[in-house]
């Protein structure tokens, strides 16, 4: 039992590059989300899903991208990369939407 | 839009002193979660609270949920250089499925 995985651990872009970020769960979890985490700003929330097919928006969806097709995987798409998304990225699960979350280790992106 | 803010955003104690965490939503909440980060890891998930004025405790840890719903704490009694990290409070507004994280509070503890 994994739990919840990101890849890559690290990543550097250039400006107008794209990429994916990869999470993936092992665990049944239905719902899933992604956080960006910047110093001094905690854990923002930037798309979430409820359940395969079901994505929506949270608080900073501009400039990227997610798809659920399916239960484990929730991948998240960077579609021209801006040095303002410089952070670091988590993943979390949660089997239901009302318990706790598990969250992967965490994606650290610079765009230069 | 729903936020959530903590205060205060940094506390620094002595080994044994006590330590309180404030977190406030500008909307009611269905429940409030609490995750501790340790410096360099990823959050993890401490507790859920979701009835109005719940307090449940974990060992050294007691976390309150206020009569609103609007309000939580956390606080740590004789903090230990364990404790060592940043507490976030985070939220879920009436209907929404969208988890909102307040600000944080980063703990220092000087042995």
């Known amino acids: 039992n994994a739990g919840v995985t990101q890849t890559p651990k690290f990543q550097v872009l250039k400006t107008g590059q794209s990429m994916t970020l990869q999470c993936a769960q092992d665990?049944?979890?239905?719902?899933m989300s992604w956080y960006r985490q910047d110093p001094g700003m905690g854990l923002r929330l930037i798309h979430y899903?409820?359940?395969?097919?079901?994505?929506d928006q949270g608080e900073v969806p501009n400039g990227y991208n997610v798809s659920r097709s399916t239960t484990e995987d929730f991948p998240l798409r960077l579609l021209s990369a801006a040095p303002s998304q410089t952070s670091v990225y988590f993943c979390?699960?949660?089997?239901?939407?009302?318990?706790?979350?598990?969250f992967g280790s965490g994606t650290r992106l610079t765009v230069v | 839009g729903q936020q959530v803010m903590q205060i205060p955003q940094y506390q620094h104690v002595q080994e044994g002193e006590d330590f309180t965490t404030y977190c406030n939503s500008s909307t009611t909440l269905s429940n409030i979660q609490w995750y501790k980060q340790r410096p360099g890891g990823h959050p993890v998930f401490l507790i859920q609270l979701v009835k109005s004025g719940e307090v449940k405790k974990q060992k050294r840890l007691t976390f309150q949920f206020g009569e609103a719903k609007k309000n939580s704490s956390l606080h740590i009694t004789a903090t230990q250089t364990t404790d060592v990290g940043t507490y976030f409070c985070?939220?879920?507004?009436?209907?929404?499925?969208?988890?909102?994280f307040g600000t944080g509070t980063l703990l220092a503890v000087q042995p």
């Open positions: 665990m049944n979890h239905e719902y």
């Open positions: 985070a939220g879920k507004g009436g209907a929404t499925n969208k988890l909102i």
């Open positions: 979390a699960s949660s089997l239901q939407g009302a318990l706790g979350y598990t």
């Open positions: 899903s409820v359940g395969a097919g079901i994505t």
